[in-house]
């Protein structure tokens, strides 16, 4: 979706990193669990999730997996009420919850950005890293986004892009 497109097209990975995406035609709701996957792989790595509302909103169930698990994670979930990729269909937009406020009713911990201003995003990034840091279990950040802007597809092309 469009948070994958928005992610490797402004956020350069090196080889010290890893991106996994989901390389199936269906990659809606694959971040959760599959960040869950990395985490427990690889328990030393820092781990993050960057997805959707819509994709969250397919497994969001496993948040209380994570909790659960012990499995210190970072859910980052860019909110803009609607299916931004899907087109054609009258069943685009979504009613979209606080997913900082759900992350909490689970057991989580959450921060909801709601504003353009850096710093506010910033901060909340930084407690969410200093929480699954001390391995305090998953923390959601909930970053509302304009539901006008779309990813720069057309500007982006694979063989720009370095996959370590």
Do not use: Y
């Not at 979930?77 to 909490?104: K, Q, W, Y």
């Amino acid at each position: 979706g469009d948070n994958t497109v928005w992610l490797i097209t402004f956020l350069p990975f090196t080889r010290q990193e890893r991106f996994v995406p989901s390389t199936t035609m269906g990659a809606m709701g694959f971040a959760l669990p599959g960040c869950i996957a990395c985490k427990l792989a690889a328990p030393e790595s820092t781990v993050v999730a960057v997805t959707g509302d819509g994709g969250l909103q397919m497994t969001l169930q496993e948040l209380c997996t994570a909790v659960q698990c012990g499995v210190s994670v970072v859910i980052i979930v860019f909110t803009n009420n609607r299916l931004a990729r899907i087109t054609g269909s009258p069943f685009t937009e979504l009613l979209s919850p606080d997913f900082a406020s759900v992350a909490r009713a689970c057991g989580a911990e959450g921060a909801s950005v709601r504003s353009s201003d850096p710093t506010k995003a910033a901060h909340a990034l930084s407690a969410a890293f200093a929480h699954v840091d001390a391995n305090r279990g998953p923390f959601v950040v909930d970053v509302r986004t304009d539901p006008s802007l779309m990813a720069p597809v057309a500007a982006w092309r694979h063989e720009d892009r370095a996959f370590p």
